[in-house]
């Protein structure tokens, strides 16, 4: 997907926090003849990574091994990130040190055929509820095999605005 890809860099580069490094990994089993992506990488500031072993795990695992951050952050080659998102991820961290992670919701670009529609009324979010403000999930502690399978979403202030299974965090 090299025109989704290019939009993305072009993004990245640019993004609105202090000092950050893009780490591309080609996760490609096989590189084809006429490889645009070399061409499309000449002159960025983005290291390339190639791991041919098939993927999404392969793929992330390899980007943590090269990372030399203490934070990492994940995208794809087909998302459109705000030029604030490390921004909105280094605050959550500054604001919470003892957070883990960090995740947000993401939205589609369009929806404009019925495959888009379909998808998200059944699964991409509009069946459930959507949070736009800060929550920190925080595990309750039930005993026995089902332990932290249950979450608490709290507001900032500490307020429980819900409990839910871990599961249903998506």
């Known amino acids: 997907r090299v025109e989704d890809l290019g939009k993305l860099l ?37 290291r390339l990574v190639e791991e041919r072993r098939p993927g999404l795990s392969a793929g992330r ?17 087909d ?10 991820i280094g605050s959550r961290f500054v604001s919470e040190p003892d957070l883990q992670a960090v995740t947000g919701v993401i939205l589609p ?12 009324a059944y699964y991409g979010g509009f069946s459930a509820e959507r949070t736009f403000s800060p929550v920190t999930i925080v ?8 332990r932290h399978a249950r979450v608490r979403a709290l507001t900032p202030s ?13």
């Open 79 to 88: 998302v459109r990130v705000d030029p604030q998102w490390l921004r909105a």
């Open 158 to 170: 500490g307020q429980v605005l819900k409990r839910f299974a871990v599961y249903g965090i998506g």
């Open 10 to 46: 072009d993004v990245l580069e640019h993004l609105d926090y202090p000092r950050h490094e893009v780490i591309l990994v080609d996760n490609r089993v096989r590189v084809p003849a006429g490889d645009a992506l070399p061409a499309m990488l000449a002159g960025r500031d983005v």
């Open 109 to 120: 670009s369009e929806l404009t055929t019925p495959a888009q529609i379909w998808y998200e």
């Open 139 to 146: 595990p309750e502690d039930v005993p026995g095999a089902m």
């Open 61 to 77: 695992n390899a980007g943590v091994a090269a990372a030399t951050g203490d934070v990492i952050a994940f995208t794809d080659d």
